[in-house]
């Protein structure tokens, strides 16, 4: 059952909405959007597959432009500024774009140190 800001969110939503589970899908995701900040590698997988769910549920797993555009939209500061710096076509597709972020933003077991000098292996 709903609680506190929840069920407030709930009851403010137009009864249709509240009555149609795909409306209701679509309100609860419009209100639950990812937010990427840039601070890890981990955060970057998360991010990823959270803008892979989105557009599955949207029907939209295979739009890469549509993907790449709801990502845009959930990515914040550190990475907004990084993300500002990205050509054109990397912003526009999402393929592009996933690889950008995981050239960018590496998980752990791909960076490595080795006398103060860092390695970062990627997979092109």
Same mark, same amino acid.
């Given at each position: 059952s709903l609680q506190g800001e929840a069920l407030q969110w709930y009851a403010n939503l137009d009864p249709e909405v509240q009555e149609n589970w795909k409306?209701?899908? @679509?309100?609860?995701?419009? !209100?639950? @959007?990812?937010?990427? @900040?840039?601070n890890n590698g981990v955060e970057c997988d998360e991010f990823v597959q959270a803008v892979r769910q989105r557009a599955?549920? %949207?029907? !939209? %797993?295979?739009?890469?432009e549509w993907m790449a555009k709801f990502a845009s939209t959930c990515i914040a500061g550190e990475a907004?500024?990084?993300?500002? @710096?990205l050509d054109k076509t990397? !912003?526009?597709d999402w393929d592009l774009l996933q690889?950008?972020?995981?050239?960018q933003y590496p998980t752990p077991n791909l960076l490595h140190i080795e006398n103060g000098i860092q390695y970062v292996y990627v997979s092109l």
């Open positions: 409306l209701l899908q @679509r309100a609860l995701l419009a !209100k639950c @959007r990812p937010t990427f @900040r840039g599955i549920a %949207e029907g !939209k %797993e295979f739009d890469n907004l500024r990084w993300y500002t @710096r990397t !912003k526009h690889t950008a972020l995981f050239n």
